[in-house]
């Protein structure tokens, strides 16, 4: 008689009890340790709320340079239809006004910028937008600090930077978008 032969197969088993805890402390560890980027927006000082009822100012509509930037992101000065490119170059030429034409401001401290939006217009226009105001005033403050004190805006002190946005104060009136 032929014995036979048990063969015993033993299962073998990870523990796997503690690994929803490790798992859990790994998430915990991920969240603490990661940093999220968030958009900050745009850092716009806004005027102090008068007392009582508003007052319209008069402004001669020489002072004003309208953008309007419609739902397709086209943008269009004083009701003419430009290109981007050219932004720049027209809001100089409309706040320094060197050839003293008769729709341009007579001095830039009564220049004002009136940029208007589409509730269809994209962030990204936006932004642009307001990138090339801000440059056409960096560029016009760098050239007045230059012409004054001989250098850059970003280095001269409180004071003279105070007497340098003098000359070219920054004014822009942003104006409700339209809906669509």
Not at 95 to 114: C, D, G, V
Not at 128 to 139: G, L, P, S, W
Not at 146 to 164: F, P, S, T
């Amino acid at each position: 008689m032929m014995m036979q032969q048990r063969s015993e197969t033993r299962k073998t088993e990870i523990n796997a009890s503690s690994m929803a805890d490790i798992a859990f402390l790994l998430l915990i560890f991920f969240l603490v340790t990661t940093t999220i980027d968030s958009d900050k927006g745009l850092t716009v000082r806004l005027p102090v709320m008068p007392d009582g009822p508003a007052i319209e100012a008069d402004v001669n509509k020489r002072n004003v340079l309208n953008i309007l930037v419609n739902s397709k992101d086209a943008l269009m000065l004083n009701n003419q239809p430009i290109e981007q490119s050219e932004l720049r170059a027209l809001a100089t030429t409309f706040i320094t006004n060197p050839l003293q034409e008769s729709n341009k401001p007579l001095s830039p401290q009564k220049a004002i910028i009136s940029l208007k939006n589409d509730e269809g217009t994209t962030y990204q226009m936006y932004l642009t937008v307001h990138n090339e105001i801000k440059a056409v005033y960096n560029q016009l403050w760098n050239g007045a600090a230059q012409k004054q004190y001989g250098q850059n805006y970003d280095r001269l002190n409180n004071k003279q930077r105070a007497e340098v946005k003098a000359l070219y104060p920054y004014r822009i009136s942003e104006a409700e978008p339209d809906a669509e």
